[in-house]
């Protein structure tokens, strides 16, 4: 079982940058690939970003590419997800998820919200213009 917890999220002016956390629970962290994912209202939850367990692969929606990092630091059972030059599309909840197949391979699969099996509550970003 593994618990997700994110953090860092808030109100910022378009351009500016947020930086989200995602602490996770549990001894088995460093097995498993992260994603995160966003919710705007009205619309489908979507794919942002992933990170295979050991961080060798990462994967990004085109929209956020050159401007999201994903990282994670294993020691600490967190991954982050840094956001600069950000836009007011950017608004949503953002969550954190964990795949217990620690590898990816692919985008399809990194994008793939039914890999995920455990998800945090999410963490709002507003981005004003």
């Known amino acids: 079982q593994v618990q997700l917890v994110e953090s860092g999220g808030g109100l910022v002016q378009a351009g500016g940058s947020l930086r989200l956390s995602c602490a996770a629970s549990g001894r088995t962290f460093s097995t498993h690939a992260m994603g995160w994912f966003r919710q705007a209202p009205g619309k489908e939850r979507e794919f942002v970003a992933a990170i295979s367990w050991n961080g060798g692969s990462t994967y990004y929606e085109d929209s956020v590419k050159g401007r999201f990092t994903i990282s994670r630091d294993n020691a600490k059972n967190t991954v982050y997800l840094q956001m600069n030059s950000l836009k007011p599309e950017d608004t949503a909840v953002y969550y954190c998820?964990?795949?217990?197949?620690?590898?990816?391979?692919?985008?399809?699969?990194?994008?793939?919200?039914?890999?995920?099996?455990?998800w945090g509550q999410g963490t709002q970003v507003t981005v004003s213009s």
């Open positions: 998820a964990a795949s217990s197949r620690g590898y990816i391979g692919s985008y399809y699969y990194a994008s793939n919200l039914e890999r995920y099996d455990y």
